[in-house]
């Protein structure tokens, strides 16, 4: 029962910035944004995590809404293999609860 | 990150054996475990949450005596696939958390029973 919405597929040349959405209105206090992503038959990796204010990591950005119903990751340059499943999801911490992602293909 | 290690990455059993799947978190302590089982084409779903010292919670609908957790330190837990029939077959990944912070997942073994 993921908290999270997140479109099923998107697209995104190579060198270009992939935007991945993620709708959260039901996220509470002190719920943190979470955002892995699994390439295929791999455990997942996790990318960045945050509360309210935006963060930033050698990976990604994250961005969230000043009323936190949702959020954006933000890949500055991806490559080919940034193609994997993207997963958005609150919690506390400790166990992680998947819906079902999105997928990213990056192409040449 | 952190690393979280699962052995083996791939086996394959008969049918009425049983299947222990190992995960370690090799720098740092584990506070809580977890377990998740993934079929083809679909999400990772969560099983169970182990806490050292302690018997495993289990998710609703999963049989605790057919998937027997023991998280005997703070760095390993195990799943044991007991009588495992082909419907069992699927990708199982274990991840590691210390307090209320991020969980590092394992990468995974391919359970195939045959």
């Known amino acids: 029962d993921a908290k999270t919405t997140q479109p099923t597929s998107m697209d995104c040349a190579e060198g270009r910035a992939a935007n991945l959405p993620c709708n959260h209105s039901?996220?509470?206090?002190?719920?943190?944004v979470y955002w892995y992503r699994q390439i295929h038959s791999q455990g997942p990796q996790y990318i960045i995590h945050?509360?309210?204010n935006n963060e930033t990591n050698e990976m990604a950005s994250l961005i969230i809404t000043e009323d936190r119903k949702s959020s954006t990751l933000i890949l500055p340059h991806a490559t080919l293999r940034d193609t994997a499943v993207y997963y958005c999801?609150?919690?506390?911490?400790?166990?992680?609860?998947f819906g079902a992602g999105t997928r990213l293909t990056v192409k040449p | 990150g952190a690393v979280v290690s699962q052995h083996p990455s791939r086996v394959i059993c008969k049918s009425g054996t049983s299947v222990k799947i190992e995960c370690r978190s090799l720098?740092?302590?584990?506070?809580?475990m977890f377990w998740y089982r993934q079929f083809p084409k679909q999400s990772l779903m969560l099983m169970a949450t182990?806490?050292?010292?302690?018997?495993?919670?289990?998710e609703q609908g999963v049989e605790k005596d057919k998937f027997l957790i023991n998280h005997a330190s703070l760095t390993l837990s195990t799943l044991t696939v007991t009588s495992a029939h082909p419907e069992d077959s699927s990708f199982y990944i274990c991840?590691?958390?210390?307090?209320?912070?991020?969980?590092?997942f394992g990468q995974g073994t391919r359970l195939t029973v045959v």
């Open positions: 991840s590691a958390t210390r307090a209320n912070t991020e969980a590092f």
């Open positions: 039901t996220i509470s206090g002190n719920e943190y």
């Open positions: 945050g509360l309210k």
């Open positions: 999801i609150v919690g506390e911490g400790n166990d992680m609860r």
């Open positions: 720098d740092f302590q584990a506070t809580t």
């Open positions: 182990s806490n050292e010292g302690s018997k495993a919670t289990y």
